[in-house]
């Protein structure tokens, strides 16, 4: 399901319009299609799965360029199609954007967020 941007249009740019777009096709097609977890193990492993799904299809972009928009963007599109999904996204949010914004040069060097990315 595409996000609703009528009301935000004016603060979007294009490449905002495209990423929700781009957002809700990705979860409509690679996360909504998947069965919801029966137990917590079960839970468990696919949130593990889903933070690499979202870190290969880069929709953890956003956390790491610090475009809020963008990651709630993001988030409405992995909302509508699994809320474990969108928690998996927060998660990595919360986090990460702490020591994206404190952790200077030590932590670019050590790849740090360059491997926080890819889930």
Same mark, same amino acid.
């Given at each position: 399901? +595409?996000? !609703?941007?009528? &009301?935000? $249009?004016?603060?979007?740019? @294009?490449?905002?319009?495209? +990423? ?9 097609? !690679? %996360? /909504? =299609? ?6 917590? $193990? ?10 690499? +799904?979202?870190?290969?299809g880069?929709?953890? $972009? =956003? %956390?790491?360029? @610090? !475009? ?5 963007? &993001?988030?409405? /599109?992995?909302?509508?199609?699994? =809320?474990?999904?969108d928690? &998996?996204f927060?998660? @990595?949010?919360?986090?990460?954007? =702490?020591?994206? %914004? ?12 360059? $491997?926080?990315?890819?889930?």
């Amino acid at each position: 399901m +595409m996000p !609703d941007t009528d &009301v935000v $249009r004016a603060f979007l740019s @294009q490449g905002h319009l495209a +990423m929700a777009a781009e957002a809700a096709t990705f979860a409509g097609n !690679d %996360i /909504a =299609p998947r069965p919801e977890p029966r137990d917590d $193990r079960s839970a468990r492993t696919e949130a593990r799965e889903l933070l690499g +799904m979202l870190g290969r299809g880069g929709w953890l $972009r =956003p %956390i790491l360029a @610090q !475009d809020l928009r963008g990651c709630c963007l &993001v988030r409405e /599109a992995l909302a509508a199609a699994s =809320p474990l999904a969108d928690a &998996v996204f927060a998660l @990595q949010a919360l986090g990460s954007t =702490p020591l994206i %914004i404190a952790g200077g040069s030590a932590l670019r060097i050590a790849g740090f967020r360059a $491997r926080s990315m890819v889930g």
